[in-house]
């Protein structure tokens, strides 16, 4: 189950890894004076915005995963323990 | 598990669902254009950064001047919170301002006292983790020590004038736009339910492990 | 047994075991010296000093030092199980924590007044344009700094990773002290001393070291009872 979820996320990050590594502007060739860059030569917005939110989406899915996992570790030590107690009455 | 805690978990799964067709549909903002859309994130997480920070900075003080151990709970998972809110601020600002500004950091008040927050908690964390025995109360001083700084961090874009957009953009949002005011107090809204769950589950693990570690002692004696 | 007295008497135990065996204060104020070399020769550009380096150059060596010192303080205390003797006293224990302050405040004083002229003489910045200015900035700035640390250094005496742990911990809290600081000192060594920027940094640093140390204060009793 950890390693699907595992799997699931490394496809996310995989996913959204080319979109931020999308911007380079092109450089110009000799010098020639602009008044006005044009658009073509801006940073495109679109891969900053979908790059943000993507981030915060496997911000939370990477948190409230380990908070599961944790707390899964936890009850399943818990339940071992109950049992060997109940097992062996010292 | 609290019974409300499922109900509620649908309600902000289907608020964020929706969350980005209201930010699509939200009006462009003049100069900033697309980019500027992120702005409905970035700012709903400093407000859950803000809760969590409340959350920790009390709970460690109860936790401290009180003994009581519950607070403790309140304190560690105030303080992951606000460290995980706070890397998405950060990120999201970084990301935003290198589209707006041109680069990803300024040493400009506002973002280093916000990174200085976000070092305070991940210190916090690293005390608990390696401080040794007692590290909780340690672990408290921090937390109230970073509650104590943040109001600097909020009113600090407001005593130096610098590229980082004034408090003042909020108060006069509602006037001026009311078409992004509404779409930012939906967005603010779903963080902090975000948060509440969020710090629900956290307890909840934190009180699961101290009941285990109480069992492994009352086992060995 | 008055706070005053018992701050005032712990003051001078630090103060008489410095003057017999100068340990804390000698390493220290060597330490920062080192500091400053190193600097002086990292941070030159073709034989000539950084523009304004000079004034953050100041404030780390200070606070690199100052964060040992405070680390050694502590220990000794630990060392010779007299913490716990102090502990005991029937006085309220934050005289104790006022005492240690006093003692490290007077040590980055030391240190402050002995890196100064350094720094003016290997980064050719005209600190002492502005004395009483910059003496301001610089007591602030310790008052801050050291509030923070004793306490932290306090409540750290017992942990395993406590060489680690102190820097780790003192630094984000005290950036802002650290920001007003240098930002103050630097304002105060441009061409016509920006004497208005380097007054609001006064004011900022007032307001941070009234807030560090009433918290300071106000959690040192219940930091050290068990």
């Not at chain 2, 957009?165 to 975000?194: D, E, H, I, N, Y």
């Not at chain 3, 060596?61 to 040992?68: E, K, M, R, S």
């Not at chain 3, 910045?125 to 509030?147: H, I, K, N």
């Amino acid at each position: 189950m950890v390693q699907r979820v595992a799997g699931v996320l490394l496809a996310l990050v995989a996913a959204t890894s080319p979109i931020v590594a999308f911007q380079q502007p092109t450089a110009p060739e000799g010098f020639v004076q602009v008044n006005e860059v044009p658009a073509s030569e801006r940073l495109p917005a679109a891969p900053f915005l979908i790059s943000a939110y993507a981030f915060f989406l496997v911000l939370m899915i990477g948190y409230i995963w380990s908070v599961a996992r944790r707390l899964d570790k936890v009850q399943r030590e818990m339940s071992d323990l109950q049992r060997s107690q109940r097992g062996s009455p010292s | 598990m609290n019974k409300y805690f499922t109900p509620l978990a649908v309600v902000a799964a289907a608020m964020f669902a929706y969350a980005p067709v209201a930010i699509i549909g939200a009006p462009y903002e003049s100069t900033m254009l697309l980019v500027q859309k992120i702005f409905y994130f970035h700012f709903s997480t400093w407000m859950a950064l803000t809760a969590a920070i409340v959350v920790c900075g009390a709970a460690s003080a109860v936790y401290l001047f009180r003994g009581n151990p519950r607070a403790d709970h309140y304190a560690v998972a105030g303080a992951e919170l606000a460290v995980i809110f706070g890397a998405f601020g950060l990120v999201s600002g970084s990301i935003w301002g290198r589209k707006a500004w041109g680069v990803w950091w300024q040493w400009e008040p506002r973002l280093t006292m916000a990174l200085l927050l976000e070092l305070v908690f991940i210190g916090y964390l690293l005390v608990r983790r390696y401080g040794g025995p007692g590290s909780e109360k340690l672990a408290a001083a921090m937390g109230i020590f970073g509650a104590a700084t943040a109001p600097f961090v909020y009113k600090s874009v407001d005593w130096w004038r610098t590229i980082h957009p004034q408090t003042t953009v909020m108060k006069t949002l509602g006037a001026r736009s009311p078409g992004m005011w509404g779409v930012v107090w939906f967005c603010t809204v779903a963080f902090l339910l975000l948060f509440v769950l969020l710090l629900a589950l956290r307890v909840r693990l934190e009180e699961q492990r101290v009941e285990l570690d109480r069992l492994y002692l009352e086992a060995e004696g | 047994m008055t706070f005053a007295r018992v701050a005032a008497l712990v003051f001078r135990k630090d103060v008489a075991i410095e003057l017999k065996s100068g340990e804390i204060l000698y390493t220290t104020l060597f330490f920062a010296v080192s500091c400053v070399l190193i600097f002086a020769v990292a941070f030159v550009k073709e034989g000539q000093p950084l523009p304004g380096a000079g004034a953050g150059i100041l404030w780390i060596a200070v606070l690199f030092a100052g964060n040992l010192a405070l680390g050694r303080t502590f220990e000794r205390e630990r060392y010779s199980e007299t913490l716990r003797a102090l502990l005991l006293v029937p006085a309220p224990r934050s005289a104790i924590y006022v005492g240690k302050l006093v003692g490290i405040l007077v040590l980055l004083f030391v240190t402050e007044i002995i890196v100064a002229p350094m720094v003016v003489l290997l980064f050719r910045v005209p600190l002492f344009a502005r004395p009483l200015l910059l003496g301001t900035l610089l007591v602030l700035g310790s008052v801050g700094f050291a509030a923070v640390g004793t306490l932290f250094a306090a409540m750290l005496v017992r942990a395993r990773t406590r060489d680690v742990m102190l820097p780790i911990l003192l630094y984000p809290i005290t950036i802002p002290v650290i920001i007003a600081g240098v930002l103050g000192t630097g304002s105060l060594l441009q061409s016509p001393a920006d004497e208005p920027i380097a007054l609001m940094w006064i004011a900022l640093l007032v307001c941070f070291d009234v807030v560090f140390v009433t918290l300071a204060l106000w959690m040192f009793e219940p930091l050290m009872t068990e």
